[in-house]
């Protein structure tokens, strides 16, 4: 079974999406992380898991104002620093 419970898509939508599975975020986190691909139209979405920069850009943003703390907690659980 090379691909486990993953299909294998090929992409990089396919590539987010299947790391989103991987993480098993919950729809709250998914639909944020969808939001911040979305607003700064990463042609790269998986970008968002390696590049911290994206989380320190969506901390800034108007849109994201509110949701400030729980991208906080996922650059720290991903990065292991604190922005």
């Not at 299909?7 to 098993?24: E, I, R």
């Not at 992380?33 to 139209?41: A, G, K, P, R, S």
Request: aromatic share 12%; net charge positive.
């Amino acid at each position: 079974m090379p691909f486990g419970i993953f299909s294998p898509k090929v992409g990089h939508q396919a590539l987010y999406n299947d790391l989103c599975k991987l993480h098993g975020f919950d729809r709250p986190v998914k639909a944020l992380l969808d939001q911040i691909v979305q607003t700064f139209d990463l042609k790269q979405p998986s970008l968002i898991f390696v590049d911290m920069k994206v989380l320190r850009k969506a901390i800034t943003h108007p849109s994201f104002v509110a949701q400030e703390d729980l991208i906080r907690e996922l650059c720290f659980k991903w990065f292991g620093r604190r922005i």
